[in-house]
């Protein structure tokens, strides 16, 4: 079985639609559908179940530990970690049982964005190398059950990239896959606040982390960067 772990917060615009994608294109028994909710007031949890998806309340705020927290409660030997307003693969159950079968423990998809904008098809194109700069929670991420618990899971000291710094260790003890197809990831951040604020929101996040800053440091100087909506 593989686990669907999504992470929300005030996610009830995306939710529905994303729960009801996972589930048009698998048989029920093979997927389960967790949505970690952190206490959205805006009618998340209802419409995730709604939708079909088992709803977990986490335990405290923060990506990392409601990822957590999810896959403590999955039941699948294999987790995919998928964020709320991504657009999934269809062929997405089979692709990664393929690349598990194939021997790898651990992966992620390309992504293109919900838009035709030039430079972001420019950010597209660079998911498919190995770069972590390439990386991110939006491409979602499939590991073995067995490769996380090794790991430890995520680090929840870190309140934003979680996904690069569990990334790296993965790649101290094994190979991470690419799957050569596309996710949809939503362009909503970039049109709030410009594909220049964003990438030098992106590189002066990047730059902290590199120079091991506390992830709280990390975190509140990166929102400080950007408008969220």
């Not at 959205?40 to 709604?50: F, I, K, L, V, W």
């Not at 992966?107 to 035709?116: E, I, L, P």
């Not at 090794?150 to 094994?174: H, S, Y």
Request: net charge positive; glycine share 8%; with cysteine.
């Amino acid at each position: 079985m593989l686990s669907v772990i999504i992470p929300t917060y005030n996610e009830a615009a995306n939710i529905g639609r994303l729960v009801a994608d996972l589930r048009r294109h698998t048989p029920a028994e093979a997927v389960e559908i967790l949505v970690v909710d952190a206490g959205s007031p805006d009618g998340t949890a209802e419409a995730a179940r709604a939708a079909g998806a088992t709803v977990l309340q986490a335990p405290r705020p923060g990506r990392a530990a409601q990822l957590n927290h999810g896959a403590r409660q999955a039941r699948g030997e294999v987790l995919y970690f998928v964020h709320a307003d991504v657009g999934i693969h269809p062929d997405y159950v089979a692709t990664i049982a393929a690349a598990v079968a194939q021997g790898h423990a651990a992966g992620c998809y390309r992504f293109r964005f919900d838009s035709a904008h030039p430079l972001l098809r420019l950010n597209s194109y660079g998911t498919r190398f190995k770069g972590i700069m390439s990386r991110g929670g939006d491409q979602t991420l499939f590991v073995t059950r067995a490769l996380f618990e090794q790991l430890g899971g995520f680090d929840e000291q870190f309140v934003i990239m979680e996904d690069f710094e569990i990334i790296q260790r993965i790649r101290r003890v094994t190979d991470f896959y690419i799957v050569p197809l596309n996710v949809v990831v939503s362009a909503r951040k970039y049109e709030t606040n410009g594909w220049l604020r964003v990438q030098l929101a992106n590189l002066t996040a990047f730059a902290l982390y590199f120079l091991k800053q506390p992830p709280t440091r990390i975190a509140r100087t990166y929102k400080a960067l950007l408008n969220y909506r």
